[in-house]
């Protein structure tokens, strides 16, 4: 195992990461864990011990080999809960703020007859860690990963058969140290000065404004699947008329060969339509379209397309089965308008953030169900996942409830020309193959984010990003693609190969602040300068003003209610302008109030959102309330029982 000593440790795995491009295809499907009726599922939720490697190199864990023996016995440990971030959970502020590897272990009984049964395969799953992880079953390493926010899992059935007296030790040490090539990028400065900084004191640098939580974020858990399994499923949609078309394509490990029958059925369960063969063309006669909140009286209609395999290998008999969601709709962008089923969809939403009290990015299913509730409250029809992958419960929800999604990478503040070197670009590369991997297949996904504000009018800018685009585009032909600028609209180099032009402005506040009246000229400006030089819509993609809740003053000044309200007011006067040309979307930054690292601009964190971050609504709230459920009234494809404010 490579060593991983001090903060160089990164560079390690970039030494053989200058991969082509066409080699960064992923080695095997990353499906979501689903009970059927041969597959089950454990969950690994709850109290896992910790220890922080305190020590100067943050190495210690490594040479002491703390994955050999259970956690308590290399030193004291803390009850930490899983999924959270660690930082927020205990009152030591050097856990909070702390940079380096942090140690987890759980004991978990596996059921005796996932072990004895030598044609189950017992995989171990992580939802996300925060940054890099590498895992241990029993004292044998079985997982190495490299990015927070998405998935990574091993398949440890060898491991606990080698003695199935011995309780299930999982370890996983956790690196939240960020660098020029990781995404989101970062660096390490050491202070090195002794009459000012003790000995070891460094700094973690980091180019962008959100708290750098850390932890195991999302839920790990055990599952099953037969020897022979369905790997991988992948689904492309269109209709004609009435009809729907579900173009499919079945990947199957363990055999060379199987027989599948693929069966998709409606919300009642009824067969709609069914193949065999692992890839083919599902006909659906009076299909029922995926529709947006708010876009049609039936929105986030889903089938289930249900994959049954058999295969043999002489021996044994082996069955599988999987049921996939699935949505029908289409996805099209002209010059000027963004279509979704051959209708013209405005983007009336919000940008978020996983972020929350405690729990910091940890998955909380009471902070997500209430977030929802008070996305479609606002009248809210989307959300860009800004500014990295969102837990794959929370694209599940925006299926079923049609809130429609921009999904972005964690490719947030690129900003050092270093960052745009090939070990940078091979490893985005890869993170886009995980994130669309994922994601592929939820019909709310409607658009690919590349990266957030990079410093894209840096030389290297139109290589990297030129590269990246059409590598997404040749993972997912049929979705468009965009990377979120805040670049002069003349030295952007990365605009020319974007499908959607996505731009974040802040004018009165981080320009000519306290001087509103300059909104409505500059605003223009920028729509009339991108449009005019590249000819494609345009979604403001963020905008916005600091309220401290509770602030007020008339005239309305910097970080009040007053003022934050007044700025929404006149950007969107221009947006009503605009969107009858090619201005296809807004969002608002934030939709709620979120942690970021201590600074003299930031009184406990943004408090850029239209609600706090204990999700209580400021003024802004009700302004943008009123004028989203205006704009979906004005589609004129609401029923009358959904129509504000009637029924609210």
């Not at 007296?165 to 970062?186: D, E, K, Q, W, Y």
């Not at 040309?581 to 934030?590: A, K, M, R, S």
């Amino acid at each position: 195992m490579a060593t991983r000593g001090g903060f160089g440790w990164l560079c390690v795995w970039y030494l053989c990461a200058l991969l082509d491009v066409a080699s960064l295809q992923g080695s095997g499907g990353m499906l979501y864990p689903r009970e059927t009726s041969s597959r089950e599922v454990k969950e690994l939720t709850g109290v896992w011990s910790f220890r922080a490697d305190m020590s100067a190199n943050r190495n210690e864990g490594f040479d002491g080999a703390w994955y050999k023996s259970p956690l308590a016995t290399t030193g004291p440990v803390l009850e930490m809960p899983v999924p959270a971030s660690y930082n927020d959970i205990t009152q030591d502020s050097m856990l909070r703020d702390f940079i380096g590897w942090v140690w987890y272990e759980r004991e978990v009984q596996v059921p005796s007859r996932w072990v004895k049964d030598e044609g189950t395969r017992v995989v171990l799953r992580v939802g996300s860690a925060h940054y890099y992880s590498v895992v241990w079953v029993n004292g044998i390493q079985v997982a190495e990963h490299e990015g927070g926010h998405l998935p990574f899992e091993a398949d440890i059935g060898g491991v606990i058969r080698e003695d199935p007296t011995v309780p299930c030790r999982i370890t996983i040490a956790v690196n939240n140290t960020l660098t020029l090539t990781s995404l989101p990028p970062g660096t390490i400065t050491h202070m090195n000065d002794r009459t000012k900084y003790p000995g070891g004191y460094f700094v973690q640098n980091i180019f962008f404004d959100f708290f750098n939580y850390a932890g195991i974020h999302r839920p790990v858990l055990l599952y099953t699947t037969p020897k022979v399994y369905v790997d991988d499923i992948t689904v492309f949609t269109d209709f004609a008329d009435s009809t729907g078309l579900v173009k499919y394509k079945v990947s199957v490990k363990g055999a060379s060969s199987a027989n599948l029958k693929v069966t998709l059925m409606d919300k009642d369960g009824h067969c709609v339509a069914t193949s065999s063969g692992p890839s083919g063309v599902l006909k659906v006669a009076d299909v029922m379209l995926w529709w947006p909140y708010l876009m049609h009286d039936n929105p986030g209609y889903l089938y289930s397309m249900e994959v049954q395999l058999s295969a043999s290998d002489g021996q044994s008999t082996f069955e599988d089965v999987y049921a996939l969601p699935v949505g029908i709709r289409t996805v099209n962008v002209t010059r000027t308008q963004f279509l979704i089923n051959n209708k013209p969809f405005y983007f009336h939403g919000v940008n978020k953030h996983e972020d929350s009290d405690i729990r910091g990015k940890g998955l909380d299913w009471p902070l997500i169900v209430k977030d929802f509730n008070l996305i479609k409250w606002l009248g809210a029809n989307s959300f860009r996942t800004s500014h990295y992958p969102y837990a794959e419960e929370i694209m599940q929800m925006c299926d079923r409830h049609g809130i429609v999604v921009i999904d972005e990478c964690p490719g947030v503040g690129i900003k050092d020309i270093r960052s745009f070197g090939n070990a940078s670009l091979a490893h985005h590369l890869s993170v886009m193959d995980e994130l669309v991997g994922r994601d592929k297949n939820h019909p709310s996904v409607v658009m690919w984010s590349v990266a957030n504000e990079p410093a894209a009018e840096m030389p290297p800018a139109d290589y990297y990003f030129s590269t990246l685009i059409k590598h997404t585009k040749m993972l997912d032909p049929s979705r468009p693609v965009t990377f979120i600028t805040d670049s002069n609209y003349a030295r952007d180099k990365g605009a020319p190969y974007v499908d959607v032009i996505c731009v974040n402005s802040y004018f009165s506040w981080y320009h000519d602040p306290g001087h509103m009246e300059v909104i409505p000229i500059q605003l223009k400006t920028q729509f009339e300068n991108w449009f005019g030089k590249y000819k494609k819509p345009i979604i403001q993609s963020e905008y916005g003003a600091d309220a401290v809740p509770g602030l007020h003053s008339d005239p309305p000044m910097m970080f009040t209610e007053e003022y934050q309200k007044n700025v929404l007011q006149s950007y969107h006067s221009v947006f009503d302008e605009k969107r009858k040309q090619y201005v296809i979307g807004e969002l608002i930054w934030n939709f709620a109030d979120f942690m970021t690292a201590q600074g003299i601009t930031r009184v406990v964190g943004n408090k850029k959102g239209i609600f706090t971050r204990q999700r209580q609504p400021k003024s802004a709230a009700f302004i943008l309330r009123e004028r989203y459920w205006r704009l979906a009234n004005a589609t004129g494809k609401l029923p009358p029982w959904t129509r504000y404010p009637c029924s609210l």
